[in-house]
């Protein structure tokens, strides 16, 4: 896939992980996006190690769109963790 489909899956599989796990997050759609597509990466990779398939196959295969969703929903849990108890002094 190319890098204009890793963006558009990365967003679209950020809001669907924020849609999924409502909250205020401290993150705009820049985070949202970052978060989508490492989330996408990493749901790819848990998908080779763990079930020894390859999840990430083309822009339309529902397996791509499952892993990027846990992948972000992993990611933004993690981000909640570290930045979400951060206060404005």
């Known amino acids: 896939m190319g890098v204009i489909?890793?963006?558009l899956i990365g967003l679209l599989a950020g809001i669907i992980?924020?849609?999924l796990m409502p909250g205020?997050?401290?993150g705009g759609?820049?985070?949202?996006?970052?978060?989508?597509?490492?989330?996408?990466?990493l749901g790819g990779w848990l998908g080779k190690v763990i079930?020894?398939?390859?999840?990430i196959d083309g822009f339309f295969d529902l397996s791509?769109?499952?892993?990027a969703i846990i992948g972000s929903l992993i990611l933004l849990a993690l981000y909640r963790v570290f930045t979400?108890?951060?206060r404005h002094a």
């Open 17 to 19: 992980a924020k849609a």
């Open 51 to 55: 079930f020894g398939v390859d999840s």
């Open 24 to 26: 205020k997050d401290p």
């Open 84 to 86: 979400g108890n951060r």
């Open 64 to 67: 791509t769109w499952i892993a």
């Open 29 to 41: 759609i820049i985070i949202t996006m970052l978060i989508g597509i490492a989330g996408g990466l």
């Open 5 to 7: 489909a890793w963006i």
